[in-house]
């Protein structure tokens, strides 16, 4: 059963620390998402990368934040420093997406709950 | 620009009953819809999705959903809830904006079941 995973499942960390969040995406899946869920947000795009290029990080932010993919296997976020406002569950997803835009379908990881203290 | 509003932020039934959760779109052209759920502590699974084929679309766990573009709704129904169906539920509607498809999620709706 194919699946996107994400490591850690939890993660708590002291403020100023860094965290790196894993993901790996469904083998094939050449699109991968980084999403934020907090209760007062609800779900936010952080960013959006595309056969291994990054083609949207407008919502995040980029004095603390970064996101690659070093293969095609593995995307990363990177939170440095933490902060306790990045306390959250980050979710990574993975889809196929062709030529002209459609409408695919993409698949989530179970999240990594970051908790800074 | 594309925008969905599900109506109620929570819903609760009894257990046996059926389910219905709303959701409004807003979209400039044909837009492709989804239902994600999203237990407890979980990550988001797709439910089911409409991509402009057959208006009445079946997704798992006994769920469905009509895409009616004169009212510009996508409701999600069931009609008999389970315990296990309590979760949160998340309507989506694709964007496509700067090269690719943006998901734009709703606000959720909580669903509890009662025995």
């Known amino acids: 059963d194919a699946r996107v995973t994400q490591t850690p499942r939890h993660k708590v960390t002291e403020m100023g620390q860094e965290v790196t969040m894993r993901c790996q995406p469904i083998?094939?899946?050449?699109?991968v998402f980084w999403y934020r869920q907090t209760m007062m947000q609800g779900l936010e795009l952080l960013a959006y990368f595309r056969n291994r290029a990054p083609l949207d990080d407008s919502g995040m932010p980029k004095d603390r934040f970064s996101a690659e993919m070093p293969d095609a296997t593995l995307a990363t976020l990177k939170i440095q420093p933490s902060e306790p406002r990045d306390s959250a569950v980050y979710f990574c997803a993975s889809g196929l997406e062709g030529t002209g835009g459609t409408g695919n379908t993409i698949y989530f990881g179970e999240g990594s709950w970051l908790t800074v203290v | 620009a594309q925008s969905v509003t599900q109506l109620d932020s929570h819903v609760s039934v009894s257990e046996g009953t059926p389910v219905l959760l709303r959701c409004n779109y807003s979209s400039s052209y044909s837009p492709s819809l989804f239902w994600y759920v999203q237990h407890p502590n979980k990550g988001l699974q797709l439910l089911l999705k409409?991509?402009?084929?057959?208006?009445l679309v079946k997704g798992i766990n006994g769920f469905e959903a009509e895409f009616k573009k004169s009212e510009t709704s996508f409701h999600l129904t069931k009609p008999s809830a389970h315990m296990s169906d309590a979760a949160e539920y998340f309507c989506?509607?694709?964007?496509?904006?700067?090269?690719?498809?943006?998901?734009?999620f709703g606000a959720g709706t909580r669903l509890a079941v009662h025995p």
């Open positions: 083998l094939g899946h050449n699109t």
């Open positions: 409409y991509t402009s084929a057959a208006t």
């Open positions: 989506v509607v694709t964007s496509f904006s700067g090269g690719y498809n943006k998901l734009i």
